[in-house]
C-alpha cells in the first residue's frame, strides 16, 4: 500500500508541472473509467484536488500492473517506479499520465513479482 500512495504522489507532485488550464482546475474527481482516466495528461493531473490525484494514478497503476501481469509491491520496487512516474511527469508534462506509469511498469516488470 505504501508504493501505491508513493506512486500517486510521485506521479503528481511534479514541481515543474505549471496547471494553466482552466479545465484542468476544474477537475476535483477522477474519471470513472479507463476510457476517461486514459487520456488525462500530467499536466490535468496535477491540477487536480490531491485526493482525486491519488485515485486516479493508483487507479491507472493498477490497470497497467493487471495487463502486464505483474503486482506493485510496496517497499524499494514501488519507489523505483513512483521515481520513474515524476521524472517522466517532469520531462514531459504533457504526456499522457497513463503512458507515463505503464512505461515506467515495463521498464521495471523484470523486478516486479508476477501476478498469480
Given at each position: 500500500?505504501?508504493?501505491?500512495?508513493?506512486?500517486?504522489?510521485?506521479?503528481?507532485?511534479?514541481?515543474?508541472?505549471?496547471?494553466?488550464?482552466?479545465?484542468?482546475?476544474?477537475?476535483?474527481?477522477?474519471?470513472?473509467?479507463?476510457?476517461?482516466?486514459?487520456y488525462i495528461?500530467c499536466r490535468?493531473?496535477?491540477?487536480?484536488?490531491?485526493?482525486?490525484?491519488?485515485?486516479?494514478?493508483?487507479?491507472?497503476?493498477?490497470?497497467?500492473?493487471?495487463?502486464?501481469?505483474?503486482?506493485?509491491?510496496?517497499?524499494?520496487?514501488?519507489?523505483?517506479?513512483?521515481?520513474?512516474?515524476?521524472?517522466?511527469?517532469?520531462l514531459s508534462?504533457?504526456?499522457?499520465?497513463?503512458?507515463?506509469?505503464?512505461?515506467?511498469?515495463?521498464?521495471?516488470?523484470?523486478?516486479?513479482?508476477?501476478?498469480?
Amino acid at each position: 500500500m505504501t508504493s501505491r500512495i508513493l506512486l500517486a504522489l510521485g506521479a503528481l507532485s511534479v514541481a515543474s508541472v505549471i496547471a494553466s488550464s482552466a479545465s484542468a482546475q476544474q477537475a476535483a474527481l477522477p474519471p470513472l473509467n479507463f476510457d476517461q482516466a486514459a487520456y488525462i495528461t500530467c499536466r490535468e493531473a496535477h491540477a487536480m484536488n490531491p485526493e482525486a490525484r491519488k485515485a486516479l494514478a493508483v487507479f491507472l497503476a493498477e490497470h497497467s500492473a493487471r495487463v502486464r501481469g505483474v503486482m506493485i509491491p510496496d517497499g524499494e520496487q514501488g519507489a523505483q517506479l513512483a521515481h520513474l512516474v515524476r521524472g517522466g511527469c517532469t520531462l514531459s508534462p504533457d504526456a499522457y499520465l497513463f503512458t507515463v506509469v505503464d512505461r515506467a511498469i515495463v521498464a521495471e516488470s523484470s523486478k516486479l513479482p508476477k501476478r498469480k
